[in-house]
């Protein structure tokens, strides 16, 4: 795949954090490709390509561009699977063709970064790679076995913690509502997920911990089994919940970041463990709304993604009462047209979030 108008060849995706990075494809697709949850690369063939080929990337890319960029992101989904050499070859040309970039990060798989030795990992930090994005998505192993993440827990504190002790900075990422209303092992997952996680956590101590919520769209394998009633959503107060107690277990020193429109609340983010008691706060304060409320608040802020009015941008806004009022005509307006209108609304417009 090459973007329109590129001379050199783009993958699909890079983390929001990067949206202003030099992409390079280093490979393509998913070496793994079977997590329930992620549709991602379905229907893909994972592939490696000739170094030569990533290098002419890169001095077209120069050609093309200039040294404008500051940063710059390795594609596609598990960078790690290349021969150490090799990366190190693609990082170090990246940095004498861009000598401005100063962070050059990239997506790996837990299990991928567990398999290299630290003496590896060294080597790639000291070539200039200064991040490595990995999605831990749970630490509660029931769970991730159900979702084909192919990873233990364990198998991830292994990853991570060699990650943080190479010099690499690490950021895990971490599904709200994955477990939805399953029952593993006779338990409630929602519970042992968010504990799970904090464990994990803990254990790793990653520099940046970023939270996306469970949002099942065609496409992804989840998508099957929440058509047969095989799996349930959980509902934006029991993802609040969840998160609660994955807040409140937490002792690292990470920044907690809430970068994503599929998350319920948005402004629970903020640097570890100085900001837990105003993050937990927030939450505690949301679960003490009304069901009609939290309606609200959903509604409001999703029609901000969409540019619609009035809508609330942050907790605060919703607090503002001529704000919320404006929202409650619209919802009132809804349900005059048909009774349950605004709640699907919500569901619809929570589905076509990227
Ligand atoms: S979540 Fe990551 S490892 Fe799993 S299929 Fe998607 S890209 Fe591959």
Redesign the pocket.
């Known amino acids: 795949m090459t973007f329109v108008g590129l001379p050199y060849e783009v993958g699909p995706i890079r983390p929001p954090s990067e949206a202003a990075s030099l992409l390079i494809r280093a490979t393509r697709n998913?070496?793994?490709?079977?997590?329930l949850?992620?549709p991602?690369?379905?229907g893909t063939r994972f592939e490696r390509r000739p170094v030569e080929d990533i290098l002419r990337d890169i001095d077209r890319a120069a050609d093309y561009h200039g040294d404008v960029f500051q940063t710059a992101f390795i594609q596609?989904?598990?960078s790690l699977v290349m021969k150490t050499d090799e990366l190190v070859e693609v990082i170090s040309r990246l940095k004498a063709k861009f000598p401005g970039v100063r962070r050059v990060t990239s997506?790996a798989?837990a299990r991928t970064a567990a398999r290299k030795s630290l003496d590896d990992l060294r080597r790639l930090h000291q070539a200039g790679l200064t991040r490595l994005h990995i999605?831990l998505?749970s630490g509660y192993d029931p769970l991730l076995e159900y979702m084909q993440?192919?990873v233990t827990a364990d198998l991830i504190v292994e990853g991570g913690r060699k990650v943080v002790e190479s010099g690499i900075s690490l950021c895990l990422y971490v599904v709200l509502g994955l477990g939805g209303r399953l029952r593993l092992k006779g338990e409630e997952t929602w519970r042992l997920h968010a504990l799970g996680t904090a464990q994990v956590l803990n254990q790793v101590n990653p520099d940046y911990i970023r939270v996306r919520t469970l949002t099942i769209k065609q496409g992804m394998p989840l998508y099957d089994r929440l058509v047969s009633g095989e799996f349930e959503e959980s509902g934006d107060a029991e993802k609040v919940r969840e998160e609660q107690l994955l807040v409140g277990s937490l002792e690292v020193a990470s920044y907690f970041a809430s970068d994503h429109s599929t998350n319920v609340l948005m402004d629970v983010r903020g640097q570890l463990p100085g900001d837990k008691a105003t993050m937990l706060s927030i939450m505690e304060r949301y679960l003490e709304l009304t069901e009609e409320e939290q309606v609200n608040f959903r509604l409001g802020t999703l029609f901000s993604y969409f540019g619609y009015e009035p809508n609330y941008r942050s907790f605060n806004d919703f607090l503002v009462p001529t704000r919320r009022e404006a929202v409650a005509v619209v919802i009132e307006n809804l349900e005059q047209d048909q009774p349950g209108r605004s709640r699907q609304l919500v569901t619809d417009l929570s589905r076509m979030l990227i």
């Open positions: 998913c070496p793994w490709n079977k997590c949850f992620c991602t690369y379905k596609d989904a598990n997506y798989r999605g998505e993440k192919g």
